[in-house]
């Protein structure tokens, strides 16, 4: 299978971050993986860094992958306007935020770090708010881009490793 890692394209002027070479530097990666034969390829978080225009220039790029296709969600995915964020895991094909697929003996299991998150929900919703309770009763200060695993995804987690058990897979 094939891995790519924050491409975090952004129509922004250049810093540390070199925002504007990811399409390129995508463009390649898609080519090179192309011609080998893979199982699959995934993403694994940041696609974009900033503005939901940004899905538009490498989402495009992605999709030209023969293999099957499959995202991690990444903190600056949720760069976007808040009306927009609830729609992130659409845009990127995802029919869930967390997720598992089987291949050739193993388990893949896909979770969401932004489950807990200041990033990915609109302030002032239910689940902001709930980030934010979450934030304030750590003992150690995070940073605000910092999310988490709720005990939700928890409990989906060890369902979802039994269910690999039971059926002889690693997970």
């Given at each position: 299978f094939g891995a790519i890692a924050d491409c975090q394209y952004a129509d922004q002027p250049e810093t540390k971050r070199k925002y504007r070479q990811s399409v390129g530097k995508l463009t390649e990666c898609v080519a090179a993986l192309n011609e080998k034969d893979l199982a699959f390829v995934v993403h694994l978080g940041d696609f974009i860094d900033k503005d939901w225009k940004s899905f538009d220039v490498v989402g495009p790029i992605f999709e030209r992958l023969r293999a099957p296709r499959y995202h991690v969600l990444g903190n600056h995915d949720f760069s976007v306007a808040d009306e927009r964020k609830k729609d992130v895991p659409k845009r990127l094909?995802?029919?869930?935020?967390?997720?598992?697929?089987?291949?050739?003996?193993?388990?893949?299991?896909?979770?969401?770090g932004n489950d807990i998150s200041l990033i990915a929900y609109p302030k002032g919703s239910e689940q902001y708010k709930r980030a934010e309770a979450f934030h304030r009763a750590l003992k150690r200060p995070s940073p605000s881009w910092n999310g988490a695993v709720s005990d939700k995804q928890v409990a989906w987690l060890e369902e979802t490793l039994s269910k690999a058990d039971a059926a002889g897979e690693k997970a």
């Amino acid at each position: 299978f094939g891995a790519i890692a924050d491409c975090q394209y952004a129509d922004q002027p250049e810093t540390k971050r070199k925002y504007r070479q990811s399409v390129g530097k995508l463009t390649e990666c898609v080519a090179a993986l192309n011609e080998k034969d893979l199982a699959f390829v995934v993403h694994l978080g940041d696609f974009i860094d900033k503005d939901w225009k940004s899905f538009d220039v490498v989402g495009p790029i992605f999709e030209r992958l023969r293999a099957p296709r499959y995202h991690v969600l990444g903190n600056h995915d949720f760069s976007v306007a808040d009306e927009r964020k609830k729609d992130v895991p659409k845009r990127l094909a995802m029919k869930s935020r967390y997720y598992d697929f089987s291949h050739g003996g193993y388990r893949f299991i896909v979770l969401d770090g932004n489950d807990i998150s200041l990033i990915a929900y609109p302030k002032g919703s239910e689940q902001y708010k709930r980030a934010e309770a979450f934030h304030r009763a750590l003992k150690r200060p995070s940073p605000s881009w910092n999310g988490a695993v709720s005990d939700k995804q928890v409990a989906w987690l060890e369902e979802t490793l039994s269910k690999a058990d039971a059926a002889g897979e690693k997970a």
